[in-house]
């Protein structure tokens, strides 16, 4: 149980396009999703917090505009990045947590790897 | 805000065991979670301890919480070279949404 996918695994894009990674809880509903960053041999930096049906929130120096994120259903947050540049390729992870537990365990996807040429 | 300070390698024989300490400034988190990240993988949940316990053992694994001195520990005995991975100690900051706070992150090389 506490399964969570995210598509594409890996994406590579030319500068100026825009790029959706989705992530899904498979097997629970997730009221809170989170999205991370992780440089190469680096900790993961939380970008934002996606609750369903409301505005994301975003941590310090984190651009909305460019990290659009939509929470639309229990079940899934999208991650779009727009106007990709060189600087946004990095290793993007999203976790949820179980709304029917109480641990405020996170459970995390496999990552998408973006790399913008 | 929270900090959470962890060694950054550590190198064991195959067989012996492997002690990943972990220290954290905000004491009001109620779990406390290990996570392992393999290359190119996302997180994998390994283990997570109540803050009002002092150990918790799950097979190979042991976690230690010493609340006083606000260390955390995760020990894994006969280390096997499939344990060769990152692990990420973690605790909740109760700032607001109950976010995650990781370390930096222990990279455990397990040699024959």
């Known amino acids: 149980g506490a399964v969570v996918s995210q598509h594409p695994s890996w994406v590579i894009c030319k500068s100026g396009t825009s790029v959706k990674i989705e992530c899904r809880s498979l097997?629970?509903?997730?009221?809170?999703m989170f999205w991370y960053r992780q440089f190469p041999k680096q900790s993961l930096m939380l970008m934002a917090t996606?609750?369903?049906?409301?505005?994301?929130?975003?941590e310090q120096g984190v651009e909305k505009d460019k990290f659009l994120i939509n929470h639309a259903s229990l079940t899934l947050s999208t991650l779009t990045v727009t106007s990709a540049h060189p600087e946004d390729s990095s290793f993007y992870i999203c976790?949820?947590?179980?709304?029917?537990?109480?641990?405020?365990?996170?459970?995390f996807g496999p990552g998408t790897r973006l790399t913008v040429l | 805000g929270e900090d959470v300070e962890q060694s950054l390698f550590l190198s064991v024989r195959e067989g012996d065991s492997s002690v990943i300490n972990c220290t954290y400034t905000?004491?009001?988190?109620?779990?406390l979670y290990w996570y392992k990240q393999e290359p190119g993988a996302g997180l994998q949940l390994l283990t997570y301890?109540?803050?009002?316990?002092d150990m918790k053992q799950d097979q190979r694994l042991t976690v230690l919480l010493n609340k006083k001195d606000k260390h955390l520990s995760l020990r894994i005995a006969d280390t096997q070279t499939g344990d060769s991975a990152i692990y990420f100690c973690?605790?909740?900051?109760?700032?607001?949404?109950?976010?995650?706070?990781f370390g930096a992150g222990t990279r455990l090389a397990v040699h024959p």
């Open positions: 097997d629970f509903q997730a009221t809170t």
């Open positions: 996606s609750n369903e049906g409301s505005k994301a929130t975003y």
């Open positions: 301890i109540f803050s009002n316990m």
């Open positions: 973690a605790v909740v900051f109760s700032g607001g949404y109950n976010k995650l706070i």
């Open positions: 976790s949820a947590r179980d709304r029917d537990r109480s641990t405020d365990t996170q459970y």
């Open positions: 905000d004491s009001s988190s109620t779990y």
